[in-house]
């Protein structure tokens, strides 16, 4: 039968906050998101939500107070609920066996001890059991680790059925991801409670997304995809960041090589713009995550393999500080440098491992004097950079007047035709700003 339940979700961040907007706004179905962190969920309830998101205020304001709740009370949602959603963070860990590699599952195993001890005689059950859903990305088989703690810490007779739905949304356009996913992936078991449970969820997201797009699968590949998914999309920008330093080696433009080969439609035109190396939450982690797993599994070769993709991307933001510096006569002490934008990408205020971080800090490793801007918002106001008024910054400006456009935005002909010396990634040298020939 469909799932007719309520749904609690625990972990209010950039996951659980959108995603269970979304179900709430589909389904009709009461939906309540729990996280430990008061702050983060009186912001859920106030008129600032705690993330920004195009889209999003809206679904919160036609869903929040109706069917879509944002509470502390994690026990109370957790026995209320027959189907639980776990969206914690699994940070890299940083400490111990695995440190800066494994994934860090010490909220992960605290939500799974809340649950346990939230499932009381009399909790809402589906079909005799409660059905805990992973949508933090984790690694192979917690899934069955999960289980093992639910199970020898819950009333005898309970039954928990463990599924992994991990979550594709990217930021800056989850709420677009979330109305029209490409896939919404479900692992379980192939018990015969184990597919109940599947078809339970997939009855959910059946309100709005068409069921050829539900993909099912044993939970150990649902597991994987997740990691395998990011590691591919990484894989890819630093494939283009490689080719961007090749390019001003010898003259071609990354812009015209990415749309030639782009083209091709077993290469596809997404994920090839060359900038300074990608940031955010996840890239990086997962593929830690996924280089950890090789190397448990005793696969060096497989592991050195995806390792590359992240060693190429600290070589990209290395490189884009150091040509900045280079470019400016070899010093940048007691330079004023403007930064336009210090979120990981556009449309987010999210700056968790945002490659700007990198490169302020060389700059402030350098002496620099360094000023941000960050508008934190939609696509217009990052284009904005696009129309500032750059003749009259290029007269208030030392001479010469410098622009290192890291995600070639900004209308280079126009701008070297007012006087600025400007250098894009993956853009032919303007060598003579350093030779001076
Ligand atoms: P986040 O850090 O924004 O949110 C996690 C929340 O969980 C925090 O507010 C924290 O206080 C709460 N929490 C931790 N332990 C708890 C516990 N025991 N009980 C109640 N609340 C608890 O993390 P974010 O970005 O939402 O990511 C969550 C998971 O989703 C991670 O595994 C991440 O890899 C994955 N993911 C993230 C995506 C993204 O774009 N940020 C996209 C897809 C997956």
């Known amino acids: 039968p469909p799932y007719t339940g309520k749904i609690c979700c625990i972990g ?39 993330i920004y998101e195009p889209g999003l205020e809206e679904v919160v304001k ?14 109370a949602a957790v026995r209320d609920a027959a189907i639980i959603f776990v969206s914690v963070n699994t ?70 059925q463990v599924l992994s739905n991990p979550e594709f949304l990217a930021e800056g356009t989850a709420i677009a991801d979330l109305t ?8 379980g078991s192939m018990s015969k409670e184990g597919i109940m449970a599947i078809e339970a969820l997939a009855s959910v997201y059946a309100h709005w997304v068409p069921r050829e797009r539900i993909v099912k699968s044993n939970v150990w590949s649902a597991e994987l995809s997740k990691l395998v998914a990011n590691a591919f999309l990484a894989q890819r920008i630093s494939s283009v960041n490689a080719l961007s330093e090749l390019c001003e080696a010898t003259g071609a433009d990354i812009d015209h090589v990415a749309s030639a080969i782009g083209s091709d439609p077993g290469i596809g035109p997404k994920f090839l713009k060359c900038g300074p190396g990608f940031g955010g ?14 190397q448990s599994a005793g696969l060096t070769d497989v592991a050195e393999y995806w390792l590359q993709v992240i060693r190429m991307n600290d070589h990209q933001k290395r490189r884009f500080g150091k040509l900045i510096v280079d470019t400016m006569f070899n010093t940048i002490n007691d330079k004023k440098i403007a930064v336009l934008g210090f979120a990981f990408k556009a449309d987010t205020g999210d700056t968790r491992e945002s490659p700007a971080i990198d490169i302020c800090g060389t700059m402030l490793n350098e002496n620099a004097k360094v ?14 950079f696009r129309d500032l008024d750059y003749r009259r910054i290029f007269d208030t400006m030392c001479k010469p007047a410098f622009i290192f456009d890291g995600r070639n935005i ?26 001076g020939s």
Not at 91 to 120: C, H, M, Q
Request: hydrophobic share 40%; aromatic share 8%; net charge negative.
């Open 12 to 50: 209010a961040g950039y996951v659980g906050g959108p995603t269970m907007a979304m179900v709430a706004l589909k389904t009709g179905l009461t939906v309540t998101v729990v996280d430990l962190n008061k702050q983060r969920i009186d912001a859920w309830n106030s008129d600032r939500l705690p």
């Open 62 to 75: 036609q869903t929040r107070g109706k069917n879509l709740f944002f509470s502390t009370d994690v026990e």
């Open 91 to 160: 940070p890299t860990k940083e400490y111990g066996f695995g440190k800066g590699r494994a994934a860090d599952l010490t909220y992960w195993e605290g939500a799974a001890r809340s649950i346990s001890k939230a499932t009381v005689p009399g909790s809402a059950l589906f079909q005799g059991f409660k059905i805990v859903v992973e949508k933090s990305t984790v690694p192979v088989s917690t899934a069955d680790a999960m289980t093992c703690v639910l199970q020898e810490n819950c009333p005898a007779g309970v039954h928990f």
């Open 180 to 187: 029209q996913p490409d896939r919404v992936l479900i692992g």
């Open 281 to 294: 939450s996840c890239f990086q982690k997962d593929i830690l995550n996924l280089v950890y797993l090789c």
């Open 371 to 384: 000023t941000v801007f960050d508008p934190e918002v939609t696509e217009d106001q990052v284009l904005q």
């Open 410 to 435: 900004l209308d280079h002909d126009q701008l070297q035709s007012i006087g600025f010396r400007i250098q894009g990634l993956g853009k032919p040298k303007t060598l003579e700003i350093v030779s």
